[in-house]
């Protein structure tokens, strides 16, 4: 397999403002009252998926949890859900960062697919182990959405990091 003239770039190394914006405004994204629309992604999820995965030594399990507090706030639903939910999530994905980044980006996504449905299922659990009820099967619709949106989502966030395609002579490298 011959590799892509994309995958043949270097990266810069990420800011660390860069993460904390990208972060917060997945965070103001999730905000945004869409109602009880099946299939809006949970932006938090995926932008903190997507960190954990490329950066998992900057990303993890504490920015999770800081996160998911602030989604449990915001969100007015039981304390801890979130929060529980996406510190699995990071743990997840930061374990199979180094699987997962030798895949192109569809199969990338389709091995996000099943962190993001357990994401889900976690916070469906804690809902339900406190007498909410079923959400039924059209909420699952995010997760599914995310994993469509990890192609665009993964090229936007790694758009500063690229080099400049053309080479500079007086630079040495």
Not at 79 to 86: F, S, T
Not at 95 to 101: A, E, P, T, Y
Not at 112 to 137: D, H, K, S
Request: aromatic share 10%.
């Amino acid at each position: 397999m011959q590799p892509t003239q994309s995958s043949r770039r270097i990266l810069l190394p990420v800011k660390n403002w860069f993460i904390v914006l990208t972060l917060f405004l997945a965070l103001l994204l999730n905000l945004i009252p869409f109602g009880r629309l099946p299939g809006i992604p949970d932006w938090v999820a995926l932008v903190l998926a997507f960190w954990c995965i490329h950066q998992p030594l900057k990303v993890g399990m504490a920015a999770a949890f800081v996160l998911g507090l602030a989604m449990d706030v915001v969100d007015a639903s039981v304390m801890g859900q979130h929060a529980l939910a996406y510190v699995l999530l990071a743990f997840a994905a930061a374990g199979l960062s180094r699987r997962v980044l030798w895949f192109p980006l569809a199969q990338q996504a389709l091995q996000l697919l099943p962190l993001l449905l357990g994401m889900q299922l976690v916070m469906m659990a804690v809902r339900m182990a406190t007498g909410a009820e079923f959400p039924g099967v059209p909420w699952f619709l995010s997760s599914f959405t995310a994993a469509l949106l990890w192609h665009p989502v993964t090229y936007l966030l790694l758009t500063p990091q690229f080099r400049p395609e053309d080479k500079d002579v007086h630079r040495p490298i």
